[in-house]
């Protein structure tokens, strides 16, 4: 019987502005009648239709992301794509979703998740369109979504038939042609053409061990299969495996506040060599060793100062590239291999650009993200196969590799300080009079450091020469230090405050500080400039990391 498709009266909806990395908002919200359906259709809209097209198609497996992919699949069907390729039950990783883009030359992919933030019922959910490229949807895409989606009027979909994704192989939704395949092979071939796996699994056979944290969610699969069917490491190695609609209950964001059990772990009797975990969508990582945490901006000094260690990178580093709010710590190792450090908006959209022309290998941000030119997203996985390949060729432990670091190139105390749920009115007069003060902060004394220059960070892209300005406040003290602050653009309640903090000591400091201690005057000249506390009514930062 020939497959009906339906053409739906709608209504533009209110704040379907994608933010930092797609549209978030509460599951609730994602589940009213027709608000998945009118973004879906500004995608396609925006982009210049889905007719003829292919798209993969896949999410974290929260909650609704069953109902979400069967809506997109008769979607695209209706809005004429010639074809669909979709992760087994609907699962997909983020980076995974990236590499299929590229490796099978498709017109985009579609993303169902909110990456960090908590699914169920009660939390949230997200979609992200991701351009030919692999890589987010620049702002100019992002904006055309947006403008659809509030002067749309119509919908397609078709009509409720089977989508039998829960086996790989093909089914058709009318001409439209599915492919159901498994998340992991491709995404484990690109790691094998990356890595030295024979010196990764002769590490594990010589007794190494190691903890990953899958925190319930999709890398959970992914990190079985590679780390120990392919890699050979013991079974039990990768904790909460199963992705679960609602992360087990917990906030799948991988960082010392909630990745506590892995924590726990590492600073046990018994702890493994090395401590890694992943976030909802995989693609962010968090790095430990034995009773150590490598901040993530450490973590890219690292790995760029040893990926030569790597087939995939030995002699190919072109360029690095950080958000402005990750520490200055890899702009050093840049500087000593003599190639170039770029400094970008917070956002992995703002990388795409470097990657593709070449200018740019590795990438990271604070939030525990890092990644490559291999595809267009950051890669939670990759930077924990970088580490074991860093490490089995190597030979130093995580600690040693992070003091020999530290006194070669001097350490930067980091740590990021957030405020959440602060009324937005709160957040945004804030933000409004510490831009108003900026122009005469210079030259100011507070507390033990004088500030040495003030601004506003706007980011013109050297590829394109788009500009993008409002990214974050940015004060930098005498000697090194630096404080930096903007609102989220992840967040689905109120706004959070990001403060982050920087201090650096150099090669012959004291690099053995408590964190807070050492950060201590730059929270509190931080306090003093923005006037946090005054203005939040809050003592302290609800999460620090
Ligand atoms: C946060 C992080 C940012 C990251 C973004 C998406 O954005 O700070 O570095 O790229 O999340 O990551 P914001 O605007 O809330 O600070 V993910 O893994 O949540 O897609
Ligand atoms: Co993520």
Redesign the pocket.
């Known amino acids: 019987m020939a497959t009906s498709y339906a053409t739906v009266q709608t209504a533009p909806i209110d704040g379907q502005k994608p933010?930092?990395?797609?549209l978030r908002k509460k599951t609730a919200v994602f589940r009213n009648p027709g608000y998945l359906e009118n973004f879906v259709q500004s995608v396609f809209d925006g982009t210049g239709g889905a007719e003829g097209k292919t798209y993969v198609i896949g999410g974290d497996g929260r909650f609704f992301n069953a109902e979400a992919v069967d809506i997109i699949i008769r979607m695209a069907a209706a809005n004429g794509a010639a074809r669909l390729i979709v992760g087994q039950n609907g699962l997909l990783s983020?980076p995974a979703v990236s590499n299929l883009i590229r490796k099978y030359g498709t017109d985009g992919g579609i993303i169902l998740?909110?990456?960090?933030?908590p699914g169920g019922e009660t939390g949230d959910f997200g979609v992200?369109f991701n351009a030919p490229n692999g890589g987010p949807a620049p702002e100019a895409i992002t904006d055309q979504i947006y403008d659809r989606t509030q002067r749309i009027t119509e919908y397609s979909i078709a009509e409720q038939v089977a989508c039998p994704v829960g086996q790989p192989g093909r089914f058709t939704v009318g001409e439209t042609l599915v492919d159901v395949i498994d998340p992991v092979a491709d995404y484990e071939a690109l790691m094998q053409e990356l890595f030295d796996f024979d010196a990764i699994r002769a590490l594990f056979a010589g007794g190494f061990r190691m903890c990953f944290d899958a925190m319930h969610a999709v890398t959970g699969p992914y990190a079985k299969r590679i780390l120990e069917d392919t890699l050979g490491a013991p079974k039990g190695t990768v904790i909460n495996a199963i992705p679960s609609p609602d992360f087990g209950g917990g906030h799948p964001d991988p960082n010392p506040v909630w990745a506590s059990q892995l924590v726990g772990i590492m600073n046990g009797p018994d702890a493994p060599d090395f401590g890694a975990a992943s976030?909802?969508?995989g693609?962010?990582n968090m790095i430990m060793g034995r009773g150590t945490f490598v901040t993530p901006s450490d973590s890219l000094a690292l790995l760029t100062a040893h990926a030569h260690l790597a087939p995939a990178y030995a002699g190919k580093l072109a360029g690095v590239a950080r958000?402005m709010?990750t520490s200055q710590a890899v702009d050093l190792v840049a500087e000593r291999l003599a190639i170039p450090c770029y400094e970008t908006p917070?956002?992995?959209k703002f990388f795409g650009n470097l990657l593709d022309a070449g200018m740019a290998t590795l990438c990271g941000?604070?939030?525990?993200?890092t990644g490559s030119d291999h595809i267009r997203e950051?890669d939670g996985l990759w930077a924990v196969l970088l580490w074991l390949n860093i490490l089995a060729r190597d030979g130093r432990n995580i600690v040693q590799l992070q003091q020999d670091h530290w006194r070669s190139f001097g350490r930067n105390y980091y740590a990021r300080h957030d405020y959440e749920e602060i009324p937005t009115e709160i957040a945004n007069a804030l933000m409004d009079s510490l831009r108003a003060g900026l122009a005469g902060f210079a030259g100011t004394e507070v507390g033990s450091l004088r500030v040495a220059a003030a601004d506003e960070f706007s980011y013109d892209d050297p590829v394109d020469h788009s500009l993008t300005e409002g990214q974050g406040v940015c004060i930098s003290f005498d000697g090194g230090a630096r404080v930096v602050l903007?609102?989220?653009?992840?967040?689905t309640q109120g706004a959070?405050l990001?403060v982050y903090l920087e201090r650096y000591v150099g090669k012959d400091g004291d690099h053995g500080m408590v964190v807070h201690d050492a950060l201590e005057p730059v929270l509190r000249a931080a306090d003093s400039l923005a006037r946090i506390s005054e203005r939040t009514g809050r003592d302290k930062a609800d999460v620090i990391t």
Do not use: F, Q, V
């Not at 998740?113 to 933030?117: K, Q």
């Not at 903007?486 to 967040?491: D, E, M, N, P, V």
């Open positions: 933010g930092t990395s797609g983020t998740s909110a990456s960090h933030n992200k976030d909802g969508d693609d962010r958000s709010p917070t956002g992995w941000e604070e939030s525990a993200g950051k903007r609102l989220s653009g992840t967040g959070t990001r």
